[in-house]
């Protein structure tokens, strides 16, 4: 299939099942107003993390990476009425932007966000666990640390997801050896090894790994 018809197909796809309401079209909109990265998940990726955590019954989620609360919504809107998501975040604008965009959509009482290094705030969290999803979208060098993290904090059952597998190609061009990239392939190789996994990298956007925690 050409780009372009596969472009299109995805904006056919986005139009019919993932439409932007109009608090997330402002949450990035407002934020890209204040110089914040645009770098969110896209619909299509926002509405595959939906139908996911619904499969599995997600209630209590934790997500590494918030920005401006883009994919926090997404996240929270497929949650039960009684679950609940702590994000992590060590920009402190980004989270006050997040926080208020969580007051906004009604879910100050179901989203935390946590600020620090997400290294830093994990061990800590582990009492709060176990989780039953775990969404990583903060920086790519640790992505290795997250996934062991959340090997022993999700449930059985439980779900993880990675965003940006692919660094936009990066991962397969053998001339690149930063951390960065060095990371990544790390993190597909132990998702793809690891037998407590049943997982993959789903090759839509940029790259989505999607696995279930197994016994
Ligand atoms: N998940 C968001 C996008 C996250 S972008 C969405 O799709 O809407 C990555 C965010 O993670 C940025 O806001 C950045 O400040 C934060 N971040 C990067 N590395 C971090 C770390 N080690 N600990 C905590 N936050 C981190
Ligand atoms: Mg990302």
Request: aromatic residues 8%; glycine residues 8%.
């Amino acid at each position: 299939m050409k780009s372009e018809q596969l472009e299109a197909l995805t904006q056919y796809v986005r139009d019919l099942y993932a439409p932007e309401d109009e608090l997330l079209y402002s949450i990035r909109h407002e934020s890209a107003d204040l110089g914040m990265p645009q770098i969110h998940i896209s619909l299509e990726e926002a509405r595959l993390i939906q139908i996911l955590l619904v499969a599995i019954g997600a209630q209590r989620a934790l997500e590494i990476g918030t920005l401006a609360g883009y994919s926090a919504l997404w996240i929270l809107r497929a949650l039960p009425e009684e679950g609940h998501l702590i994000t992590l975040e060590y920009n402190e604008d980004h989270a006050a932007f997040a926080r208020a965009t969580f007051e906004k959509a009604g879910f100050s009482e179901r989203a935390e966000v946590r600020e620090g290094k997400a290294l830093d705030l994990l061990p800590g969290l582990a009492s709060e666990g176990p989780f039953d999803a775990v969404f990583i979208d903060a920086n790519k060098e640790n992505y290795p640390h997250f996934l062991v993290w959340a090997a022993e904090n999700l449930r059985v059952g439980g779900l993880l997801v990675g965003h940006n597998a692919f660094l936009r190609g990066a991962i397969l061009d053998s001339q690149q050896h930063t951390q960065h990239v060095t990371s990544m392939r790390a993190f597909n190789q132990q998702l793809a090894d690891d037998p407590r996994w049943l997982g993959m990298v789903i090759p839509f956007g940029d790259g989505l790994a999607v696995a279930i925690r197994q016994e």
